[in-house]
């Protein structure tokens, strides 16, 4: 157990539809990361958020948002759904900003199935 | 961003050491290598980081050559556990508005099987 824990755990949905993940970062993690993976792309970053301030973004589609809250948890949200959207999305927390040494806790994903 | 080339899979037997091999000609003398494995879908795990010194934790070892340009991930006694998916990534820094941040870019990685 990584200590990050993300929901839904499942989801599924129709093309067109908007939905929300959810992430909470390991006790003490202020990094938020997010990640995509699906079969033809494999893993891919899609942004970061450190203390509820966007820091880096990855090839995140502009109908896909995400927002930190005060209490560090975050949100993914996607919109106007495609099939190609299906995937498994996961949540990374680590401590600090950058640095070679804050090593990422991946939680166990949610799976979207858009139909 | 320093790429990564692996092996695509990978059998080992159970006892036995797993040696992984990443070749990274291209990073920079800043650059960390960083391994990384995913269990069937589960989200991937963090093993052991590198700079230039081998290095060892209670999972694994990292050997690194001298000229930086290719390491190995050693598993001392494989277990039917350490199936999975084993990435070898190069930590890039990306500037951003206030400092910098840090991504993982995960290549395609090595599929290690351990079989009885």
């Known amino acids: 157990d990584s200590g990050v824990t993300q929901t839904p755990k499942h989801l599924i949905t129709a093309t067109g539809q908007r939905v929300t993940l959810r992430c909470s970062p390991r006790?003490?993690?202020?990094?938020v990361y997010w990640y995509q993976q699906s079969l033809d792309q494999g893993l891919q970053f899609l942004i970061q958020?450190?203390?509820?301030?966007?820091?880096a973004k990855g090839n995140i589609l502009e109908r896909f948002s995400a927002q930190q809250f005060p209490d560090l948890h975050s949100e993914l949200n996607l919109s106007s759904l495609e099939l190609g959207d299906s995937a498994l999305y996961f949540c990374?927390?680590?401590?600090?900003?950058?640095?070679?040494?804050?090593?990422?806790?991946f939680g166990p994903g949610t799976r979207l199935t858009v139909t | 961003d320093a790429k990564t080339t692996q092996p695509t899979s990978m059998d080992c037997a159970e006892g036995r050491a797993a040696n992984l091999p990443c070749n990274h000609s291209?990073?920079?003398?800043?650059?960390?290598v960083y391994w990384y494995r995913q269990i069937h879908s589960q989200g991937p795990q963090y093993i052991i980081h590198?700079?230039?010194n081998n290095e060892t934790n209670e999972m694994a070892s990292l050997i690194i050559t001298e000229d930086r340009k290719s390491s190995t991930l050693i598993l001392p006694h494989a277990t039917l556990r350490d199936t999975a998916v084993y990435y070898c990534?190069?930590?890039?820094?990306?500037?951003?508005?206030?400092?910098?941040?840090?991504?993982?870019?995960f290549g395609t990685g090595t599929r290690l099987q351990v079989t009885l």
């Open positions: 990374a927390s680590s401590v600090g900003l950058a640095g070679a040494h804050h090593e990422q806790y």
């Open positions: 958020y450190y203390n509820g301030e966007e820091r």
């Open positions: 006790s003490g993690d202020l990094s």
């Open positions: 990534i190069v930590r890039v820094s990306i500037p951003s508005y206030t400092g910098t941040a840090s991504k993982l870019t």
């Open positions: 291209t990073i920079s003398g800043n650059e960390y």
């Open positions: 590198g700079l230039k």
